[in-house]
């Protein structure tokens, strides 16, 4: 994920983020997972919270990228 990437730029708008990995199912070609880190699970939560109209915005522009999405953990 490049640094102009919409979502980096949105997640760099909070100090605490501290990066995010996109990686490849080398066996599924169109099988990817994102993994997004910050400092502490309450500045992710603050975050989400601050900038959730940005998000929701952000995550409805991108929905034609996505065929199914599944939240692992935190």
Do not use: N
Not at 4 to 20: C, M, N
């Amino acid at each position: 994920m490049g640094r102009r990437a919409p979502w980096v730029r949105l997640f760099r708008r909070d100090k605490r983020y501290l990066g995010t990995r996109l990686l490849r199912d080398v066996g599924a070609s169109r099988f990817y997972v994102t993994i997004d880190t910050w400092e502490s699970r309450a500045a992710y939560k603050e975050f989400r919270e601050k900038y959730a109209a940005l998000y929701a915005e952000l995550d409805q522009e991108c929905s034609g990228l996505t065929v199914a999405e599944k939240h692992l953990g935190k």
